[in-house]
């Protein structure tokens, strides 16, 4: 299975690289293992996200939305440590490689 991870992670890190970033194992801090087996499964198109807090961490809930109503996709429930490396990473991901066009004001 790895075998097959590893020409996903060579075709993603080619894909991430056309829009002037690197996916590197270095880089974030984990292992080439590790990185392959996070591009070993399938990943689903979201375009919503609902967030929620209870005493023990965070769930984040995604949907894809086309119509009135979202279509639940996934939810994923985390401790307060790792959402706030989560929010971390997201920040210095974000703000180093993707130039976002502001919101029109109204």
Do not use: W, Y
């Amino acid at each position: 299975m790895l075998s097959r991870c590893s020409a996903e992670v060579e075709r993603v890190m080619v894909e991430t690289a056309k829009i002037g970033s690197v996916l590197k194992a270095d880089v974030l801090g984990v292992s080439a293992t590790e990185l392959q087996v996070s591009m070993s499964g399938p990943a689903t198109l979201v375009n919503r996200f609902f967030i929620g807090l209870n005493p023990n961490g965070v769930r984040i809930a995604f949907a894809e939305q086309s119509g009135e109503m979202p279509i639940f996709r996934t939810a994923i429930v985390m401790g307060f440590p790792e959402a706030f490396a989560l929010s971390s990473v997201l920040k210095d991901l974000l703000e180093a490689n993707v130039k976002v066009q502001p919101a029109p004001t109204k």
